[in-house]
């Protein structure tokens, strides 16, 4: 059974950094695809990073160039560096999984293994 636990949220003035976790276990050795969504009041639950199984890493337009999504060397833990940070960030950000060792899905609904979120607030 995979679990997915996300650390590393919290409060920070406009044009600060956070870096998210997502600890991973219960991976089998097939190939997985990771990914961070986040999702304000009101909102619908969007994608922000993914990456494959091959490091490939795809971003949405709204936070290119300000957030890096990365893993670890033991591939168990995946992390969101999250720079230059808006008031629109805010967000509940949650760590998603699914298996397949090629293309990311892209909707919530292709995603079968999520964290608990964790809240990322900032402000002006």
């Known amino acids: 059974q995979v679990q997915l636990v996300e650390s590393g949220g919290g409060s920070v003035q406009a044009g600060g950094s956070l870096r998210l976790s997502c600890a991973a276990s219960?991976?089998?050795?097939?190939?997985?695809?990771e990914a961070w969504f986040r999702q304000a009041p009101g909102k619908e639950r969007e994608r922000v990073a993914t990456?494959?199984?091959?490091?490939?890493?795809w971003y949405s337009d709204s936070v290119q160039g300000r957030f890096t999504i990365l893993k670890d060397n033991t591939k168990t833990t995946l992390y969101l560096q999250m720079n230059s940070l808006k008031p629109d960030d805010t967000a509940l950000y949650y760590c998603?999984?699914?298996?397949?060792?090629?293309?990311?899905?892209?909707?919530?609904?292709?995603?079968?293994?999520w964290g608990q979120g964790t809240q990322v607030t900032v402000s002006s």
């Open positions: 998603a999984a699914h298996p397949g060792a090629g293309i990311c899905g892209i909707n919530v609904q292709h995603f079968f293994y």
């Open positions: 219960g991976y089998t050795n097939n190939g997985y695809c």
């Open positions: 990456i494959n199984s091959d490091g490939r890493t």
